[in-house]
Structure formats: structure tokens, C-alpha cells
């Protein structure tokens, strides 16, 4: 069974950092191109990064661009988002999900972070 | 970038109704194109994949079509179970772009 275990989420100041983990378990994860996607409170689905099989290939939506990094550990199955210069309107449920080709994405349960002083 | 835009943003609809949700894109994006529905306090649920492929474990009441740059989904019999939050998905090239959401609901 397919599973992906999001972590490292919480409530951050400002203009702070945060690193947001997710595990994955139940397939080959250096096989699959993984992303984060998130959700505002009570707002639609928002794609934020996408990293492939290898990392060769990186993408970020602009709203993130400069201060999110995406990244894997093929070696532990794990997949990490990087957050620097957190806002408000970071403030969201943050999603891992992998690819299974043609737009196809297993989520998982999402981490919820938030940014407020 | 590349533009989803979903109609209707909310439906209203009885049981067994047929319903249908669109996503047009702005430019070509292939079968590039996935339907998702998400329950109150759930993660997204794959429903088609490929814009016509149907997810293992999804009901065949469910189908998805294209016919050039628009996609739909159909619901053939509407159910209960069918409430909540439809979304559409291209990944055809980043930046991946998600529909805005069709709120279902039951008359």
C-alpha cells in the first residue's frame, strides 16, 4: 500500500524558516517524480514545487520561487521542503504527492502549517 | 502558463441526476489531465487520470472525456456519496495549474 507520511509542520513566525518532511513507503519512491501542493483554509488546490526521480528536474510555482526548496533522499524515501521567508499567505495544508504519470497523484494526509506572530 | 478554468463553481443536484463538470484549458495540454474529489477534512482522490482513464477502485458512474482543450467529468447516477469538491489537474508543464473547484451539493 502506497503511503506518504507528511511532518515538520506548525505554527512559525514571519520571516522564519520551517523544513517539512515526507515519508514514503509501499513503492520504489527513486522511480516516481514527487511534489508539494497545498491548500489555504478553505480555499482550492495550489501546486508549489515538483522534483523528479533523480532531481534532475526542479520546478516551483512563482508565489514560492526563491524561498522554497525542494529536495529528495532516495536512500531514506524521504521527500523535504525547504521554507524560507515565511508569510502569511504561506499559511496552508501542505501535501506530498506522488506521480504516477498522465496527471496521476497519490496524496498524502497533509501538514498543516502556519505563519502568524 | 497555462489557464484551467472550471464551470460551474457550485451544483446543486438530485440523486441519480446526471452531472456534468468542465475544465477548459487555455492551451494544448494532451491527456495531460486528471479529476480529483475531495471530502471535508480529506486529502484529494483520484478519479480519472489520462483526461478518460478511470482510477482503480473508482465507480464506473464516473467518466472523463475531451473534446480538443475542454475536458469534462460525468457523473452518469449521482449518489450521496458523490458530495463534495471536484478539481481538475493538468500536468502537461509546470507550473502545474489545478481548476478552481466545483462545490457539489445535493438539492
Known amino acids: 500500500e502506497v503511503q506518504l507520511v507528511e511532518s515538520g509542520g506548525g505554527l512559525v513566525q514571519p520571516g522564519r524558516s520551517l523544513k517539512l518532511s515526507c515519508l514514503a513507503s509501499?513503492?520504489?519512491?527513486?522511480?516516481?517524480?514527487m511534489n508539494w501542493i497545498r491548500q489555504a483554509p478553505g480555499k482550492g488546490l495550489e501546486w508549489v514545487a515538483s522534483?523528479?526521480?533523480?532531481?534532475?528536474?526542479?520546478y516551483y510555482a512563482d508565489t514560492v520561487k526563491g524561498r522554497f526548496t525542494i529536495s529528495r533522499d532516495n536512500a531514506k524515501n524521504t521527500l523535504y521542503l525547504q521554507m524560507t521567508s515565511l508569510r502569511s499567505e504561506d499559511t496552508a495544508l501542505y501535501y506530498c504527492?506522488?506521480?504516477?504519470?498522465?496527471?496521476?497523484?497519490?496524496w498524502g494526509q497533509g501538514v498543516m502549517v502556519t505563519v502568524s506572530s | 502558463d497555462i489557464q484551467m478554468t472550471q464551470s460551474p463553481a457550485s451544483l446543486s443536484a438530485s440523486l441519480e441526476e446526471i452531472v456534468t463538470i468542465t475544465c477548459q484549458a487555455s492551451?494544448?495540454?494532451?491527456?495531460?489531465l486528471s479529476w480529483y474529489q475531495q471530502k471535508p477534512g480529506k486529502s484529494p482522490q483520484l478519479l480519472i487520470y489520462?483526461?478518460?482513464s478511470l482510477a482503480d477502485g473508482v465507480p464506473s458512474r464516473f467518466s472523463g472525456s475531451r473534446s480538443g482543450t475542454q475536458y469534462s467529468l460525468k457523473i452518469s447516477r449521482l449518489q450521496v456519496e458523490d458530495i463534495g469538491i471536484y478539481y481538475c489537474?493538468?500536468?502537461?508543464?509546470?507550473?502545474?495549474?489545478f481548476g478552481g473547484g466545483t462545490k457539489l451539493e445535493l438539492k
Open positions: 489520462g483526461a478518460t
Open positions: 504527492a506522488r506521480h504516477r504519470g498522465y496527471s496521476s497523484l497519490d
Open positions: 522534483i523528479s526521480s533523480s532531481s534532475s528536474y526542479i
Open positions: 509501499g513503492f520504489t519512491f527513486s522511480n516516481y517524480g
Open positions: 492551451q494544448d495540454i494532451g491527456n495531460w
Open positions: 489537474l493538468q500536468a502537461y508543464s509546470a507550473p502545474w495549474t
